[in-house]
């Protein structure tokens, strides 16, 4: 078809990155290359109808603002006098697969161009952004996932994309099923019935989904439902097993309950270094989160000593920019501060600034790290310094997070106490009113129990006492 508009020469578009709360702005080109596809796959039709633009793209939003909260996800648009002409969703994921192909991979989201304005080198701008953004961040492979039928098969091949996986779509019923045999109904490797596991998977994700936002009473009845019916089945002490006994920990820490978190951690201990080995990043994870929870229950030597060897054994078994290496130098960190050892200081900014070079700003573990930081400048009564970080960490965990999320409101309740103590009374005592209702209406509405809301209690009383 001719182009709609006149001809853009590539060398006038503009390069950016696109912000999260302009998500909307991709609506039309999304709608553009649903058409495409729709043209492209007319053999698809049989299988079921097409979704409306707006149906589809409300669904596409979920997933990008899904994604977003990833660190290292980004958005690159092209515009020409500020007419959005393509865009680029571009993730980076941990590495998986019978393939080595480095700790991490790059994935193409999506990449479209206006139909006025293809042909003319933007698709190769999108692309090449992508490809910069992941080699920045250790990502030597791109994914990409192309509907059959699309000429952007080509497109991807000219730059050297090679075959990997190809995705069908099954109707069912089959027209000819094989009998089960002796296996019984529909088992799967694991043990557990075909439906029976998506229905485990699909309260996993819900749980899964309600430790992130802090809703931590429905993800620890949801993560013990899972774990009850995986026990059942026989499948019980399996990495996948351990990964959902390991989430049920941290659902513990949130709930404040230290001494369970701990006994289910050093389960998970002990069956990640038997089935991943003492230095797989399983291991070293579970190791970190152990000193933590034994801290927190007043035995800092053995939390240092747990902490120690999680950075040792991720040194000598995981890259330096592993998430979990710097996780573990975190826990670390994190024991320091709270021991208020001499070397806190040095330790807390070194690991903070690689979490921000690796993972990104808006990380959770980059956020953890700069709370760390908030906490330790005002135990030194560096208050202005205090003040400021603690102003971005309140503000990227609104982000981030949202408004309501415990992390949020503890963020907010320091730095209503650091306005206290720079002499900015009204300021904190608003600010203070504001998290204290908050927080009382979370945890009433949301379940989120009473551990964070008592923190954010004694935080504030230093102005509310006043």
Known sequence: MPPSTPPIPPTEAVLAEHPATAIDDLAPLWGELLAHHVASAPHLGDLGEVRSADESWQIRRAEYLAWWEEALSKIFTVREQNRLLGYAFVRIVPAAGSWKL???????????????????????????????????????VLRVSVIEGNDAHGFYRRRGAAGFTRTLLLPLPLPHVTPAGDRGPAATASGIEDG?????????????????????????????????????????????????????????????RWAEGEARLRRVLEGCEDLAGPTAAETIGALARLAEAVGEQGRWEEAETLAREAVRRAEAGLPPAHEETLSARLSLA????????????????????????????????????????????????????????????????????????????????????????????????????????????????LGTGQHHDQQIRATCAEITSG
């Open 102 to 140: 480095g700790n991490h991979v790059g994935v193409l989201e999506t990449l479209v161009v206006a139909r006025e304005a293809r042909g003319r080198g933007l698709g190769r701008l999108l692309i090449e952004a992508a490809d910069a953004h992941c080699r920045s961040h250790g990502a030597g």
């Open 196 to 256: 029976t596991e998506m229905f485990l998977e699909c309260l996993r994700a819900r749980a899964e989904r309600a430790l992130r936002e802090g809703v931590f009473e429905r993800a620890d009845a949801l993560f013990a439902h899972v774990l009850g019916a995986l026990e059942q089945s026989g499948a019980a002490g399996g990495l996948p097993y351990l990964k959902v006994l390991h989430d049920h920990a941290l659902v513990a820490y949130g709930r404040g």
């Open 334 to 445: 994190w024991v320091l501060q709270r021991t208020a050892a001499p070397d806190a200081d040095k330790v807390l900014r070194s690991v903070a600034e690689a979490l921000t070079r690796v993972l990104g700003s808006r990380h959770r573990t980059t956020l953890a790290a700069q709370h760390l930081m908030v906490r330790l400048l005002r135990d030194q009564e560096r208050y202005a310094e205090a003040l400021a970080v603690a102003g971005e960490l309140a503000a990227a965990r609104a982000r981030a997070l949202g408004y309501e999320h415990p992390h949020t409101l503890r963020a907010q309740a320091d730095l209503a106490v650091l306005l206290h103590r720079t002499g900015r009374e009204q300021e904190a005592a608003a600010l203070a009113r504001e998290t204290l209702t908050a927080s009382a209406l979370v945890t009433s509405l």
